[in-house]
């Protein structure tokens, strides 16, 4: 059974349920055999990390809109033989 999305207080209110909440979504949907990645977004903050043994990525802003100090952000993942190479673009 996959487990559902959850958070402490029902919604995503501080930065581990906002962790929770894509590190649980991103397992709901991928099989067994996956490599997992979790990608959330709305901070417009650019983030790597690793929660609860998968990788979150957080872009930032495609547009530069607040609060991403006007700096335009994407990012791309090369997998490779299992491994995750992540390079964020700034334009």
């Known amino acids: 059974m996959k487990k559902a999305i959850s958070s402490s ?15 649980d979504t991103a397992r709901a949907r991928a099989n ?5 990645i979790g990608v959330g977004g ?5 983030e ?3 929660h609860d043994d998968i990788r979150v990525l957080n872009p930032g ?9 006007g700096r335009a952000t994407m990012m791309t993942v090369e997998v490779t ?10 334009a």
């Open 9 to 23: 207080k029902g919604i995503v209110f501080d930065r581990d349920d906002w962790l929770d909440a894509i590190v």
């Open 32 to 36: 067994p055999d996956d490599l997992v």
């Open 42 to 46: 709305h901070t417009h903050v650019v």
């Open 48 to 50: 790597s990390e690793t």
């Open 61 to 69: 802003s495609a547009t530069g809109v607040g609060p991403a100090d």
């Open 81 to 90: 033989d299992g491994d995750n190479d992540v390079t964020v673009h700034e």
